[in-house]
């Protein structure tokens, strides 16, 4: 299509990636990015603790696929088109060089998401895309085989493109995704996810600090559980195995107005019979020894 105009709505990551694609892919084509706010990829600045964990080396694509609540098997399929391996070529071929940590965690050797920003505003540059801040779409419609782009209510002062992206990320409020919803888009409530849990239990919070490396989280009478390690906070529990468990567990948690029964595995996800090995282990070989300093299943030192 001669002077095709592609219209990305959302200037975060996605929005980014998929400028660039389409540019790369079709030269001729004028693509612009709008963003509602004063700045783009704000969320990834802060992503990875400023750090931006970029992706995960993981060997498999099933492997990666399981890391994810819901969508696992939809991810698979998209893994398929484009894996963990592509996304680290993608930055490393547009001047981004990369590191894998011993975890796996794929970050940009600068350490610092600052880099990934500049790499993708570079390439946004040499490929001459527009980029447009302060500029809230608030609704799309079709005209004559045209969308029509309105930035303010009522539809005035609208732009017309060939195509559309649209890259908004997520919204807290229903309201928020209103104008998609027009379009006849099925739109799933958004609920929280990823936090850490308040429980009030005064025995519980005065370990706050306490870190215990391998626990098994689990909802109580639900299948829901998660693993990892977990961090006792001055509120309830917070760390890894936590907010995995609320990632998982969102829409359950969000049904239950977050009053629900939890279960802690403190020595992970051990069965009865290792444990009774190892404990046995203790009791014949290690009878001199204190507890608190042999510190079985890994279990931290409480002072
Ligand atoms: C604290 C934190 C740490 C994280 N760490 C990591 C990490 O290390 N690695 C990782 O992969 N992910 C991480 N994430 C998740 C990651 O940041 C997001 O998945 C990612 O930023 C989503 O990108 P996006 O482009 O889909 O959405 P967003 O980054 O949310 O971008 C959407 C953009 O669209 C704009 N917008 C919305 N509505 C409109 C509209 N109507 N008109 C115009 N513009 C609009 C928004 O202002 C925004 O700039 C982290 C998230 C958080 C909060």
């Known amino acids: 299509m001669v002077n095709m105009r ?35 990829l704000s969320k990834l600045k802060i992503s990875g603790g400023g750090r931006c964990n970029i992706t995960n080396a993981a060997k498999s694509i099933n492997e990666l696929s399981k890391a994810y609540p ?5 991810l698979k399929k998209m893994f398929q088109r484009f894996s963990n391996v592509d996304a680290m070529d993608w930055f490393q071929k547009r001047g981004l060089p990369l590191t894998i940590q011993q975890d796996n965690c794929v970050f940009p050797v600068s350490q610092n998401s600052q ?40 539809n005035l002062n609208s732009q017309e493109f060939d195509f559309v992206i649209i890259t908004t990320g997520g919204s807290p409020k229903p309201e928020g995704l209103e104008w998609l919803k027009k379009l006849g888009h099925e739109i799933s409530p958004p609920v929280p996810s990823l936090f850490s849990l308040s429980i009030k239990d005064k025995p519980l919070n005065k370990l706050m600090g306490v870190v215990v490396e391998d626990v098994v989280l ?11 390690a977990l961090l006792i906070t001055h509120w309830g529990i917070s760390g890894p195995a936590t907010l995995k468990l609320s990632s998982f567990a969102a829409r359950f948690m969000n049904e239950k107005n977050y ?17 009774t090995q190892e404990l046995r282990d203790i009791s014949q070989n ?7 300093n042999y510190r079985p299943f890994n279990l931290p030192t409480v002072l």
């Open 6 to 40: 592609v219209a990305v709505v959302g200037g975060g990551a996605a929005g980014f990636f998929a400028a660039i694609n389409v540019k790369e892919k079709f030269p001729e084509a004028n693509v612009v990015i709008f963003e509602k706010s004063s700045s783009v």
């Open 70 to 74: 819901r969508g696992e098997k939809t």
């Open 115 to 154: 880099s990934v920003i500049d790499c993708f505003l570079n390439v946004c540059e040499k490929l001459n895309i527009t980029i447009k801040l302060n500029s809230r779409i608030r609704s799309l419609q079709m005209k004559n085989d045209k969308f029509l782009l309105g930035f303010q209510d009522g």
């Open 218 to 228: 689990k909802i109580q009478s639900e299948k829901l559980s998660s693993n990892g």
């Open 259 to 275: 009053a629900f029964k939890l279960q802690v595995n403190w020595v992970g996800g051990r069965n009865d019979e290792l444990i």
């Open 286 to 292: 290690h009878q001199a020894k204190i507890m608190a």
